[in-house]
């Protein structure tokens, strides 16, 4: 595994870690959830990120990685970096959502229960919240961290200026911000239009993507259609209309021009996302051991060219695709 330094802090991620938003919940196989922590761990993502909302149902991930880090992963949890965030719905009522002082020290106090931690490594507001200060919220995250229940903060899915506005309030806290999680993949580029890469750069913030595989469409998955076993086909997050002929004739082709580079597609895409420096690491899913070892042999292959950056932007350029 490589590991980057985040921004401008003493922490280094691998490039690539496990996110539990899918694949956690409680209807899912403890076995083969497991399996999946500790062959990552094996080899050598330290880095988990969770949210208090994932599951399904609500509260299902931490809880069930939490018997996990108890189980299999013991005595590990110096060597492991634990993120989570508050600020989606996560109960019903005022307080369960958004990002108020209230919401967010519940929210983190509840995570810490579930999880059976005294702290986490990285504590996230998840989204902007229109209808709180946003000193408000900082201040928070700033408290939280000085009370010793989270080591480090960041935010999630900020415009590029309001995570100018957070970093400059969180500095004059003492609390600088570590990391910006964002969507970002060669199908979902909103990001580059907002030059948020460059704010993180200013500021010293690393960053971690999510979705880099753009919810399975950069995968052999979709190639032919929707399978009626598939998330699209569910509508669950990826909508089934959303894949267009015209989207579907553009995956084939980056499916063909990855092979005549001699990679599959869903390494070209993550080799794509990893391209950039300042692009700390790229968060992935898994369902099962085979699928975490199909996204981990990406860092196997080299780096892409800018004659191949060029090459992949041609086949997205006629019409444009952003899945966000």
């Known amino acids: 595994m490589d590991y980057a330094r985040c921004g401008r802090s003493g922490l280094l991620l691998p490039r690539i870690s496990l996110g539990l938003w899918h694949n956690f919940g409680d209807g899912d196989d403890p076995a083969t959830m497991r399996a999946v922590l500790a062959r990552a761990f094996d080899a050598g993502v330290t880095h988990f990120d969770l949210a208090n909302n994932y599951g399904p149902g609500p509260g299902a991930a931490e809880r069930n990685f939490g018997e996990i880090l108890r189980g299999v992963l013991r005595g590990h949890r110096d060597e492991i970096v634990v993120s989570t965030k508050a600020g989606h719905e996560m109960w019903p009522g005022p307080y369960g959502d958004w990002g108020s002082r209230k919401s967010l020290v519940a929210s983190l106090d509840q995570s810490l229960r579930r999880m059976g931690l005294d702290y986490v490594d990285i504590f996230y507001h998840h989204r902007p919240d229109p209808g709180t200060p946003l000193e408000e919220t900082m201040g928070a995250l700033s408290d939280l961290v000085r009370q010793g229940k989270a080591l480090y903060v960041g935010i999630s ?5 309001d995570t100018r506005r957070a970093a400059a309030i969180l500095k004059a806290n003492g609390t600088p911000l570590l990391v910006h999680q964002f969507r970002y993949s060669m199908l979902s580029r909103a990001s580059e239009g907002d030059r948020l890469l460059d704010v993180l750069e200013e500021v ?5 993507t999510f979705s880099p ?15 009626p ?18 989207l579907r004739a553009k995956l084939n082709r980056l499916n ?8 599959a597609l869903p390494e070209l895409a993550l080799r794509w996302n990893l391209r950039d420096p300042r692009l700390t690491s790229v968060l992935v899913g898994a369902s099962r051991v085979s699928q975490l070892e199909e996204n981990l042999r990406a860092l196997d292959r080299p780096p892409l060219s800018p004659a191949d950056c060029d090459a992949i932007d041609a086949i997205l350029a006629d019409g444009g695709v952003d899945m966000v």
Do not use: W
């Open 213 to 227: 595989l753009a919810q399975g469409l950069l995968t052999a998955r979709y190639l032919k259609g929707v399978p």
């Open 204 to 208: 010293g913030a690393g960053s971690v």
């Open 229 to 246: 076993d598939s998330r699209a086909a569910k509508n669950a997050f990826l909508k089934a209309d959303s894949i267009t002929p015209a």
């Open 157 to 161: 899915k900020y415009s590029a200026a």
């Open 256 to 263: 063909d021009f990855a092979a005549s580079r001699g990679f």
